[in-house]
């Protein structure tokens, strides 16, 4: 069935007042047992959250494969803000990673900062582990705040499984020191970065505040 615009502000509107995230999940959840079709929400989903939200997932969850679901992020790279591109990483944790470097070569250079954010924070998730040597040459000084902190989430990230990578990388990245010095943040609020890691890191801000700061 295909859901026009006003058809799903009409479900939003039936929920309680100041209704959550979860409220709207639910209704996803109802359209996606539907196998509803909404399609016709793709020119407002910058209009609302909750539209972007909706038109995003219920059309992911009905793809089988990784591909698929990629195909279909490349073709609506629609974004307004980080949160909209951070809840599609679970979407494309299978992908072939080649096909995900490709494509991310591209984002990175993208007008749009949150499309330039997607090309690192697709890689958050299973399909980064053990590809620090392929990822950490993405990393450019970018302006944009959100994408900084999508790189240094990344490079975190990616130190949580080969710390001795990113350790020997960082001080001959050039990258500013606003987006290492946020990295070695990261890693040092890791919970998952052994303590003689962290210390190895924090000794690096002196040379790289030094060096680019």
């Avoid at 490709?102 to 900062?113: F, H, S």
């Avoid at 697709?122 to 990393?139: D, E, K, N, T």
């Avoid at 990261?186 to 303590?195: A, G, L, V």
Wanted: net charge neutral.
């Amino acid at each position: 069935m295909k859901y026009t615009k006003e058809q799903i502000q009409s479900l939003l509107d039936a929920l309680p007042e100041n209704y959550k995230t979860g409220d709207v999940d639910r209704v996803i959840r109802d359209l996606v047992k539907q196998k509803a079709d909404v399609s016709q929400l793709r020119p407002y989903i910058l209009t609302l959250q909750q539209f972007h939200r909706i038109y995003y997932y219920v059309s992911l969850k009905q793809l089988k494969t990784a591909d698929a679901r990629m195909a279909f992020i490349h073709g609506n790279l629609l974004f307004s803000d980080w949160w909209h591109t951070d809840q599609l990483i679970s979407f494309v944790a299978d992908l072939d990673f080649d096909t995900a470097l490709m494509l991310a070569k591209q984002y990175i250079r993208d007008a749009d900062p949150f499309i330039r954010r997607w090309g690192y924070v697709l890689f958050i998730s299973r399909l980064g582990r053990g590809h620090a040597a392929q990822l950490l040459p993405l990393m450019h000084n970018d302006e944009a705040y959100y994408v900084q902190m999508a790189q240094a989430w990344l490079i975190a990230e990616l130190a949580i499984f080969e710390p001795e990578t990113v350790h020997g990388w960082m001080p001959e990245s050039g990258l500013r020191y606003d987006i290492n010095g946020k990295a070695i943040q990261k890693i040092c609020d890791s919970f998952r970065i052994p303590e003689q890691w962290k210390d190895s890191f924090k000794a690096l801000r002196p040379l790289l505040y030094g060096r680019n700061g």
